[in-house]
Protein backbone atom coordinates (compact mmCIF):
# COMPACT_ATOMS: atom_id res chain seq x y z
CA UNK A 1 0.00 0.00 0.00
CA UNK A 2 1.62 3.47 -1.06
CA UNK A 3 1.58 6.14 1.25
CA UNK A 4 2.76 9.51 1.74
CA UNK A 5 3.67 11.75 4.60
CA UNK A 6 4.30 15.52 4.69
CA UNK A 7 6.40 16.56 7.17
CA UNK A 8 8.16 20.23 8.03
CA UNK A 9 7.64 23.19 10.17
CA UNK A 10 4.20 24.38 11.03
CA UNK A 11 5.12 28.06 11.62
CA UNK A 12 6.47 30.21 9.17
CA UNK A 13 7.51 33.64 9.56
CA UNK A 14 6.22 35.90 6.80
CA UNK A 15 8.69 37.13 4.37
CA UNK A 16 10.96 33.61 5.12
CA UNK A 17 10.62 30.38 2.83
CA UNK A 18 8.29 27.37 3.74
CA UNK A 19 9.66 23.83 3.32
CA UNK A 20 8.09 21.09 2.96
CA UNK A 21 9.00 17.34 2.58
CA UNK A 22 6.85 14.45 1.56
CA UNK A 23 8.06 10.84 1.59
CA UNK A 24 6.65 7.85 -0.26
CA UNK A 25 6.26 4.34 1.09
CA UNK A 26 5.39 1.05 -0.13
CA UNK A 27 5.97 1.91 -3.92
CA UNK A 28 9.07 3.45 -5.44
CA UNK A 29 8.78 7.24 -6.52
CA UNK A 30 10.01 6.10 -10.45
CA UNK A 31 7.53 6.72 -13.10
CA UNK A 32 5.30 9.06 -11.48
CA UNK A 33 4.58 12.49 -11.36
CA UNK A 34 4.73 14.14 -7.76
CA UNK A 35 2.13 16.84 -6.48
CA UNK A 36 2.08 19.75 -4.09
CA UNK A 37 -1.79 21.17 -3.65
CA UNK A 38 -2.71 23.04 -0.79
CA UNK A 39 -6.25 24.11 0.62
CA UNK A 40 -7.74 27.27 2.27
CA UNK A 41 -10.97 28.00 3.52
CA UNK A 42 -11.42 30.74 1.01
CA UNK A 43 -9.79 29.78 -2.36
CA UNK A 44 -10.62 25.72 -1.58
CA UNK A 45 -7.87 23.53 -3.08
CA UNK A 46 -5.50 24.65 -5.16
CA UNK A 47 -3.16 23.18 -7.48
CA UNK A 48 0.88 24.34 -6.45
CA UNK A 49 2.75 22.08 -9.29
CA UNK A 50 4.65 19.10 -9.55
CA UNK A 51 7.91 17.29 -10.32
CA UNK A 52 8.16 13.68 -12.95
CA UNK A 53 10.49 11.34 -11.51
CA UNK A 54 13.24 12.43 -14.25
CA UNK A 55 13.12 16.05 -12.33
CA UNK A 56 10.60 17.84 -15.05
CA UNK A 57 8.52 20.10 -13.34
CA UNK A 58 5.28 22.28 -13.96
CA UNK A 59 4.37 25.53 -11.22
CA UNK A 60 1.02 26.96 -11.05
CA UNK A 61 1.95 31.01 -12.96
CA UNK A 62 -0.10 32.67 -10.45
CA UNK A 63 2.93 31.88 -7.94
CA UNK A 64 5.45 33.72 -9.85
CA UNK A 65 8.46 31.52 -9.43
CA UNK A 66 8.30 31.71 -5.57
CA UNK A 67 8.03 27.96 -6.11
CA UNK A 68 10.16 25.14 -6.10
CA UNK A 69 9.95 21.31 -6.04
CA UNK A 70 12.80 18.90 -5.90
CA UNK A 71 13.11 14.76 -6.44
CA UNK A 72 15.39 12.43 -4.19
CA UNK A 73 14.92 9.25 -5.49
CA UNK A 74 17.30 7.72 -3.01
CA UNK A 75 15.44 8.86 -0.64
CA UNK A 76 11.92 8.25 -2.29
CA UNK A 77 11.21 11.74 -1.21
CA UNK A 78 10.33 14.82 -3.06
CA UNK A 79 9.97 18.46 -0.92
CA UNK A 80 8.33 21.92 -1.86
CA UNK A 81 10.14 25.15 -1.32
CA UNK A 82 7.85 28.44 -1.56
CA UNK A 83 10.10 31.54 -0.85
CA UNK A 84 8.44 35.07 0.71
CA UNK A 85 5.54 33.58 2.04
CA UNK A 86 2.44 35.68 2.97
CA UNK A 87 -0.59 35.22 5.15
CA UNK A 88 -2.13 34.33 2.29
CA UNK A 89 -0.03 31.27 2.18
CA UNK A 90 -1.32 29.33 5.43
CA UNK A 91 -2.84 26.20 4.57
CA UNK A 92 -3.48 22.63 4.55
CA UNK A 93 -0.65 21.37 2.49
CA UNK A 94 -0.71 17.97 0.80
CA UNK A 95 1.22 16.09 -1.58
CA UNK A 96 -0.04 13.74 -4.23
CA UNK A 97 1.06 11.25 -6.71
CA UNK A 98 -0.53 11.62 -10.18
CA UNK A 99 -0.53 8.11 -11.79
CA UNK A 100 -0.64 8.19 -16.02
CA UNK A 101 -3.64 6.23 -17.67
CA UNK A 102 -4.95 5.29 -20.93
CA UNK A 103 -7.46 6.89 -22.64
CA UNK A 104 -10.40 5.76 -24.95
CA UNK A 105 -8.45 6.19 -27.80
CA UNK A 106 -5.61 3.99 -26.04
CA UNK A 107 -3.34 6.86 -25.73
CA UNK A 108 -0.95 6.75 -23.01
CA UNK A 109 -1.96 9.61 -20.91
CA UNK A 110 1.26 10.40 -18.89
CA UNK A 111 1.25 13.53 -17.09
CA UNK A 112 -2.95 14.10 -16.97
CA UNK A 113 -3.81 11.39 -15.07
CA UNK A 114 -5.37 11.52 -11.37
CA UNK A 115 -4.33 12.02 -7.97
CA UNK A 116 -4.27 8.28 -7.17
CA UNK A 117 -2.34 8.97 -3.42
CA UNK A 118 -2.35 11.37 -1.28
CA UNK A 119 -1.18 12.21 1.92
CA UNK A 120 -3.18 13.22 4.92
CA UNK A 121 -1.86 16.86 4.98
CA UNK A 122 -0.15 19.57 7.34
CA UNK A 123 -0.89 22.65 8.57
CA UNK A 124 1.37 25.55 7.72
CA UNK A 125 0.28 28.96 9.32
CA UNK A 126 2.35 31.92 8.22
CA UNK A 127 3.07 34.07 11.36
CA UNK A 128 3.29 37.91 10.72
CA UNK B 1 -6.70 28.96 -16.16
CA UNK B 2 -9.90 26.70 -16.42
CA UNK B 3 -12.66 27.40 -13.93
CA UNK B 4 -14.52 24.66 -12.79
CA UNK B 5 -17.75 24.83 -11.05
CA UNK B 6 -19.36 22.79 -9.38
CA UNK B 7 -22.88 22.32 -7.89
CA UNK B 8 -24.27 22.20 -5.42
CA UNK B 9 -22.03 23.34 -2.90
CA UNK B 10 -23.68 20.94 -0.43
CA UNK B 11 -26.30 18.72 -0.24
CA UNK B 12 -28.58 16.75 2.26
CA UNK B 13 -29.54 13.21 2.14
CA UNK B 14 -30.71 10.12 3.73
CA UNK B 15 -29.12 6.59 3.51
CA UNK B 16 -30.37 4.22 0.31
CA UNK B 17 -31.01 8.07 -1.70
CA UNK B 18 -29.12 8.74 -5.15
CA UNK B 19 -27.53 12.10 -5.20
CA UNK B 20 -26.06 13.08 -8.37
CA UNK B 21 -23.22 16.24 -8.23
CA UNK B 22 -22.17 18.59 -11.33
CA UNK B 23 -18.85 19.98 -12.58
CA UNK B 24 -18.55 22.39 -15.28
CA UNK B 25 -15.50 23.59 -17.15
CA UNK B 26 -15.18 26.69 -17.94
CA UNK B 27 -14.32 25.60 -21.60
CA UNK B 28 -13.73 21.59 -22.88
CA UNK B 29 -11.22 19.64 -20.89
CA UNK B 30 -12.07 16.56 -23.19
CA UNK B 31 -12.46 13.59 -20.69
CA UNK B 32 -9.46 14.98 -18.36
CA UNK B 33 -11.48 15.04 -15.15
CA UNK B 34 -11.57 13.14 -11.91
CA UNK B 35 -13.43 12.88 -9.13
CA UNK B 36 -12.10 12.57 -5.39
CA UNK B 37 -13.68 11.89 -2.03
CA UNK B 38 -12.77 13.79 1.08
CA UNK B 39 -13.49 12.59 4.88
CA UNK B 40 -12.24 15.10 7.64
CA UNK B 41 -8.93 13.82 8.77
CA UNK B 42 -8.07 11.58 5.68
CA UNK B 43 -6.74 11.94 2.70
CA UNK B 44 -8.45 12.43 -0.33
CA UNK B 45 -9.54 9.68 -2.12
CA UNK B 46 -9.83 8.93 -5.58
CA UNK B 47 -12.79 7.68 -7.14
CA UNK B 48 -13.07 8.33 -10.61
CA UNK B 49 -10.78 9.32 -13.15
CA UNK B 50 -10.99 10.01 -17.29
CA UNK B 51 -14.85 11.48 -16.68
CA UNK B 52 -15.84 7.36 -16.07
CA UNK B 53 -13.60 5.23 -14.92
CA UNK B 54 -14.03 3.53 -11.90
CA UNK B 55 -10.82 3.29 -9.46
CA UNK B 56 -9.84 -0.42 -8.40
CA UNK B 57 -11.64 -1.03 -4.95
CA UNK B 58 -14.23 1.76 -5.25
CA UNK B 59 -17.73 0.57 -4.78
CA UNK B 60 -19.67 0.30 -8.09
CA UNK B 61 -22.72 2.38 -6.63
CA UNK B 62 -20.09 5.07 -7.57
CA UNK B 63 -20.14 6.27 -11.50
CA UNK B 64 -19.38 9.21 -13.77
CA UNK B 65 -20.34 10.67 -17.26
CA UNK B 66 -19.47 13.24 -19.28
CA UNK B 67 -17.24 14.96 -21.21
CA UNK B 68 -16.08 18.57 -22.77
CA UNK B 69 -17.52 21.07 -20.33
CA UNK B 70 -19.85 18.87 -17.88
CA UNK B 71 -19.24 16.08 -15.75
CA UNK B 72 -21.45 14.86 -13.15
CA UNK B 73 -21.02 12.01 -10.33
CA UNK B 74 -23.58 10.16 -9.21
CA UNK B 75 -23.88 7.89 -5.70
CA UNK B 76 -26.55 5.65 -5.84
CA UNK B 77 -27.84 3.91 -2.65
CA UNK B 78 -25.94 6.05 -0.03
CA UNK B 79 -24.07 4.34 2.48
CA UNK B 80 -23.08 5.93 6.35
CA UNK B 81 -19.64 5.73 4.56
CA UNK B 82 -20.41 8.17 1.90
CA UNK B 83 -21.12 10.97 3.83
CA UNK B 84 -18.18 13.30 3.14
CA UNK B 85 -16.85 15.84 1.16
CA UNK B 86 -16.52 15.27 -2.75
CA UNK B 87 -14.95 17.03 -5.63
CA UNK B 88 -13.25 17.39 -9.26
CA UNK B 89 -10.37 17.94 -10.94
CA UNK B 90 -9.56 18.94 -14.31
CA UNK B 91 -5.80 17.83 -16.18
CA UNK B 92 -6.37 18.90 -19.31
CA UNK B 93 -4.49 22.00 -18.68
CA UNK B 94 -2.00 24.23 -16.12
CA UNK B 95 -2.56 25.22 -13.92
CA UNK B 96 -4.94 21.77 -12.53
CA UNK B 97 -7.64 22.91 -11.38
CA UNK B 98 -10.45 21.97 -8.74
CA UNK B 99 -14.32 22.45 -8.12
CA UNK B 100 -14.82 24.07 -4.40
CA UNK B 101 -16.25 21.15 -3.39
CA UNK B 102 -19.86 19.41 -2.18
CA UNK B 103 -20.40 18.43 1.58
CA UNK B 104 -22.40 15.89 1.42
CA UNK B 105 -24.67 15.69 4.72
CA UNK B 106 -27.38 13.56 6.66
CA UNK B 107 -30.75 15.24 6.42
Known amino acids: QVQLQESGPGLVKASETLSLTCTVSGGSIRNYYWNWIRQTPGKGLEWIGYISYSGNTKYDPSLRGRVTISVDTSKDQFSLKMTSVTAADTAVYYCARLRGYYDRGGYWIEDRGPLDYWGQGTLVAVAS | DIQMTQSPSSLSASIGDRVTITCRAS??????LHWYQHRPGEAPKLLIFAASTLESDVPSRFSGSGSGTEFTLTITGLRLEDFATYFCQQTYSNPRTFGQGTKLDFK
Open chain 2, 27 to 32: QTISSH
